[in-house]
Structures are given as C-alpha cells and as structure tokens.
C-alpha cells in the first residue's frame, strides 16, 4: 500500500472521528462532550468528501455540525441537572454497551461485505449536485417551491425575532 | 439546461400572490426606517400591497374569462376561478383585517410595524395555497400561511392568556403539520409524484407502478393535517383556546383566513388529486362534516364569553362547508358543491369579520368586556352598532335577509342534489339543517341582550374599525338581498387539472 496525499487525510480524518467519539464517552463534562461530539461530525463530514459526497459533506455541516450541535449544547445548558453530573458510568452502561456491539457488528458486517464483493457499491451519478441546483432553479421542476421556501424562511425568522423581543 | 422564459413561467397569471410576497419583504425593510409613532403608515403601505395584489387579481380574473385556466411554473400552480375567486376572498379579509387592527394595537400598546408585514406573509400563504397543484407547494404554503399565525396569535406577550393561544397553536399547529407532511411522503411512495396531475393518472392505473394502498394511508393523513387547519372535529381542540387568547383582529383575520386557506388545499387536493377513491373519503369528510356541526354548535350553546362562542360558531361553519366537500365527490354535482364552498367561505369572512369587529369595539384595553352580558342595553346607547351585530347575528344563524342564509342554502341544495342514492349524505344534511335551528339559540342571544336588558352597553368605534364595521355590514347585508353577481361569480369558481 503507498502512501499518498488522501491516505494521509484518511487517517487524520479518522483519527478526528474515532477521538471525538472517544471524548464524547469518557469525558466527564457534558459540555466538553458536546465539543469533542462536534469534533467527531466535523470527522465525518471530512470523509464524506473523501468519499466524493459533497453534497452529503455539505448537509453534514450544515446540519449535524451547525444545528443539532447547537441544540445539544443549548439543551444542556438550560438543564442544570445534567450541568452537575460528573461521574462518566452509569447504572444502564451494559444496556448502552450491549446497544453498541449490535451497532458495531452489524456495521462490520456491511463494511466488510463491501469489502468481499458481497453487496453492490451504489453508483452515484458524478453531477448530482448539479443536477440538484439545476432542479431548483428549473421553471420546469422546483423553481416555485424552493422561492416559497426563501420567503417563508424570512417569515419565520421575523417571527422569532418579534416573539423573543420584548 | 433549458432557462425558464416568461411565458414558461407564466409570471403574469402569479402575479398577485409575487406582488403580495415580495411587497412583504420589502416592507419588513421599510419598516425599519419608519419611527414608532408613525406605525400606522406601515398599516397604509400594507393596504397599498393588498391593493396593487388586488388589481393584478382583477387583471388576471379579466384574462381567465376570456382564455380558461392556465399554469403557472410549470404545473406546480395553477390559476382557475377557485383560485382566483379565494384570493379575492383572502386579499379581502387581509384588508379587513388591517383596518380591525389600525386601533386596536395602539389601545393595547401592542403596536409594532411587524404586526403587518407578518399579515401580509400569510396572506400570500393563503393565496399561493388556492393556486397550489403540487402537494409540494402545498405544504410550503401551509406552512407559510401558520407561520406568521402562530407569532401573531402571541402578539399581545406578556399577556399570558396570548402567550398560551401561541404556544398551543404553534404545538399542535407543528404537530398537524407532521401528519401533513407524512402524508404527503405515502402519497409520493404510492403515486411516484406529488403533481396532483400526476397522483390522479397515477391513481386511476396510468402510472408505473402505482400503489394504491400507500396513497389512501397519505390521503387519510393528509385529511388529519388539513382537518386540522380549518377545525374540524375530532381537530378542533385548540381552536376555542386560541380565538380566545390571541388579539381579536388576529382572531377574526384568522377565523376566516386559515379556514379558507384550509379549505383550498382540502378542495383541490382531494378533488383533483383523490377522485378515483371518492368513496373512501366521502364518507369519512361526511362524518367529520356531521360531528363538527354538532359539536360545534352544541357547545357554543354553553359559552359566555363572546370570543369563545365565535370560536365554536367557527368550528360549526366548517363542518357546513365540509358537507359541501363531502358532496363534491360526485362529478356531476362538483361544480354546485365547489362554488357553494367557496361562496359559504365569502359569506362566512364577510360576516364573521363584522362580528369581531363589534367584539373590538366593546373590548376594553385589559382584554375583558367580550363577555355576552357586556351587550346588555347596547340597542340604547349605540343603536347603529346594535343593528349591525344583530344582522351578523342572523347571519351567522343563516336567516334572511342575510348572507349567510344565501350561503347555507347554497350548500343544502348542492348536498340535496348529492344525497340522490346516498342516505348518508341525506342524513348530514338533515343534521345540518338541524343543527341551523339549535344554533339560533345562542346567536339570537345577543340581539336579544342588546334589545330587551337594561345595561351600560359601553363602546369604542374608532375610524377605522367604523370603516370596516360599515364595509362588513353592507357586504352582509347586500349579499343576502342581491347575491346574484357574487353567486355568478362564484359558479365561475370551478376547479381545473393543472396543464
């Protein structure tokens, strides 16, 4: 195997997700959790463009990484309960541990079959995103729904501002 | 990749919805540069919006009956009489609405430039939804119509029963919303489209592949989401809490907007989209239709506060237009039963609008005096305010010489017509005539406390809301005696299969 520019991407990137997610389950402080739970989602989005996915990069960004993290992290801050905990195991650990070997192995099992040739790997077309932009701004397919999107965005971010303005 | 041209879009028959939208836009900015006194003039440049909607409408209603239907981006809309007819019916109530509120936000010291904008929002929400031929479109424009609801709803925090009607509209608003949209997916799983003119060939057997099963579970969804919107029973939950929390002029513009809004979207949809299984749905919106008369009017029997009773008064008036949904299901009797409903939805926002109007007026500035008692003696003291509430009253109740009268016979005769080899249509339009009569009861309550009870019948009209109280009564009164050109109008009002 040689050693070229995307191994070594391949390999911070994993380092990123695997460490992340290590973090998010031995570190004591929810808090931190959350960042090193950000860390690993940054990890992901990274080999979703290795694996030439933008597209899915992308929404992984914006989503998982801009969002639900924020969600998360404002979550745990309103719930001062949660902010207390500080011991890192709790009673429902062979629960989660049993929840995560089935993950683990089932995960296995389909990466290794990929592997061997057991499954088809999915063909994606090279241009999808393209495609995706032309189908947005096409008057023959989602020209309209995607310009009501723009504006009922608007609408909803006017009304937040005058509901939480007093 | 082919770029759109004007034609292909078809600006011009979309045009009054894209003036309505980006005229909101552009006044949320214009707002910014207008100092707190002087907000009323964002209330003037909104009515300035609905006018320059309305006359694109006229336009375009000029165009239609001249050269039929036509499409719009490529077939995800479509312009027809029921679109055109709605959207008059929604530019209208907008009008109404602004004026109902041009006092009334300053008496509450609730007023902010965004109150009108975020009107102006959901109506073009309304009328893209009568115009909406993909369920795609659909839903966005749902959304675009509560949206704005839900914040307006909450427009008088901190005062908590407001911030309660918001919070329950926008829970079970979003939760309507996920059967909605859920509906929607089964329907794309079962269909392979979401182009109403593609759900119905799919439907009927010339689609590939269809599957028939997955598109009734989305249809009854779809039917719970949009069930929902216009408050029908078994959906109705939040209405009485909502009307009675949120601002009257939300209220009122809200009765009647998104009940009609609601209806345009059921109408088209099932109509067009779901006709080959007209049995399955027929019956299940005839049910709906005879358990909300009852329940709706049954219990507005035992209300006292004014709000409250109109918000079951409202719940019952969508069941009457249900029946008339219910009866379009039969092709010959669609274009009677479509025009009925739409013209019920007229009579209905007409007259309701008025009503609320006299609610404002008597409401003091802490949000009490709307209760039936504080109409007591109103016939001595405001004798012109007396009359007009008792001709909403009677309208309301459907007797003559009255809108609402003309509107409820309308719907009775296109159901009588259904009801030919189907008892159970007979059977909900023999419960509706029924629960007509029970509703007098608690609507002829107020002409009765006006006229006959000695009281201090206190109230406030201002100009504007004096504007709107004369523009409803006369509406009211004229489409009572002289319905013919609105109801030429509204047989005009026929529903087309976009293309």
């Known amino acids: 195997m040689t050693i070229t520019p995307v191994t070594i991407a391949f390999a911070v990137l994993a380092i990123f997700t695997l460490g992340g997610g290590l973090g998010v389950v031995s570190s004591r402080n929810m808090v931190h959790a959350a960042l090193y739970l950000v860390l690993a989602l940054f990890g992901v989005a990274g080999l979703y463009v290795l694996l030439e996915a933008p597209f899915l990069a992308a929404i992984q960004v914006l989503v998982y990484m801009g969002a639900i993290a924020v969600l998360i992290t404002i979550t745990i801050m309103v719930t001062r309960r949660i902010m207390g905990i500080t011991e890192s195991v709790n009673r429902q650990w062979p629960l989660a541990a049993g929840i995560a070997a089935l993950v683990a192995v089932t ?3 389909v990466v290794l079959g990929l592997f061997n040739g057991l499954l088809p790997v999915a063909d994606v077309p090279p241009d999808n995103i393209e495609q995706l932009g032309a189908a947005f701004v096409s008057h023959q397919a989602y020209l309209l729904p995607f310009e009501v999107a723009s504006v009922l965005l608007l609408a909803a971010m006017i009304g937040a501002i005058v509901v939480a303005r007093d | 990749m082919n770029l759109p041209t004007l034609e292909s879009i078809n600006l011009a028959a979309s045009l009054p919805v894209l003036i309505l939208a980006g005229w909101a836009c552009l006044l949320t900015a214009i707002d910014l540069f207008i100092s707190p006194e002087r907000k009323h003039w964002t209330a003037w440049l909104a009515v300035l919006g609905l006018l320059a909607s309305g006359v694109a409408l006229g336009f375009e209603a000029v165009a239609y009956s001249q050269r039929g239907a036509v499409s719009a981006f490529g077939d995800m809309a479509v312009v027809d009489g029921f679109a055109l ?14 004026l109902l509120a041009l006092n009334y936000l300053p008496r509450h010291n609730i007023e902010r430039g965004e109150y009108y904008t975020l009107l102006l929002f959901t109506t073009s929400g309304m009328m893209l939804m009568a ?6 479109v659909v839903f966005l424009a749902l959304e675009l119509l509560s949206l704005p609801l839900y914040v307006l709803s909450g427009f008088a925090h901190p005062r908590l029963d407001s911030e309660e009607a918001a919070m329950k509209y926008f829970l079970l608003g979003a939760f309507a919303s996920g059967f909605l949209v859920y509906g929607i997916a089964l329907t794309y799983g079962g269909a392979g489209t979401t182009l109403l003119s593609g759900v119905v060939e799919a439907l009927v057997g010339g689609g590939p592949a269809p599957n028939p099963v997955l598109a009734i579970v989305g249809m009854g969804l779809i039917l719970v989401g949009l069930g929902f919107k216009v408050a029908a029973v078994p959906f109705h939950m939040w209405t009485p809490d909502v009307y009675q929390g949120a601002p009257t002029p939300v209220t009122a513009f809200m009765s009647v907007g998104a009940k009609a809004g609601g209806f345009a979207a059921l109408l088209r949809v099932f109509l067009i989209a779901f006709p080959a299984t007209g049995d399955t749905w027929g019956v299940v919106i005839a049910i709906i239709a005879a358990l909300t008369m009852i329940l709706g009017n049954v219990v507005a029997i035992s209300q006292s506060n004014v709000k409250r009773m109109l918000a079951y008064s409202s719940i019952a008036h969508a069941g009457y237009v249900l029946v008339a949904v219910a009866a379009a299901r039969y092709p010959e009797v669609e274009p009677l039963a479509v025009s009925a409903a739409v013209f019920y939805l007229l009579t209905y926002a007409v007259t309701n609008l ?25 016939a001595k003291t405001r004798p012109w305010l007396a009359i007009a509430m008792t001709l909403f009253m009677l309208s309301l109740t459907g007797i003559p010489p009255s809108a609402g009268m003309v509107g409820k016979f309308f719907v009775f005769q296109a159901a009588v017509q259904a009801s030919v080899g189907d008892p159970l249509i007979l059977t909900v339009t023999i419960i ?3 629960t007509s009569v029970i509703s007098a009861f608690y609507y002829l309550r107020i002409p009765v406390m006006m006229y006959f009870r000695d009281g201090e019948g206190q109230a406030n009209v201002q100009p504007a809301l004096g504007v709107a109280l004369a523009l409803t ?6 489409l009572g005696v002289v ?7 509204a047989r005009h009002a026929l529903l087309t299969l976009a293309g």
């Open chain 2, 432 to 434: 509706g005539v029924l």
């Open chain 2, 483 to 489: 319905p013919a050109p609105f109801l030429q109008m």
């Open chain 2, 85 to 98: 007819f709605l959207q008059g019916v929604f530019l209208l109530s907008a009008f109404l609405g602004i």
């Open chain 1, 107 to 109: 995960l296995g099992f």
């Open chain 2, 473 to 478: 009564a006369l509406a009211t009164f004229l």
């Open chain 2, 354 to 378: 008025g009503a609320f109007a006299i609610v404002i007026a008597l409401e003091r500035d802490d949000g009490t005096g709307v209760e039936v008692e504080d109409f007591a003696g109103l």
């Open chain 2, 131 to 136: 115009m909406a031929a993909d369920l795609i």
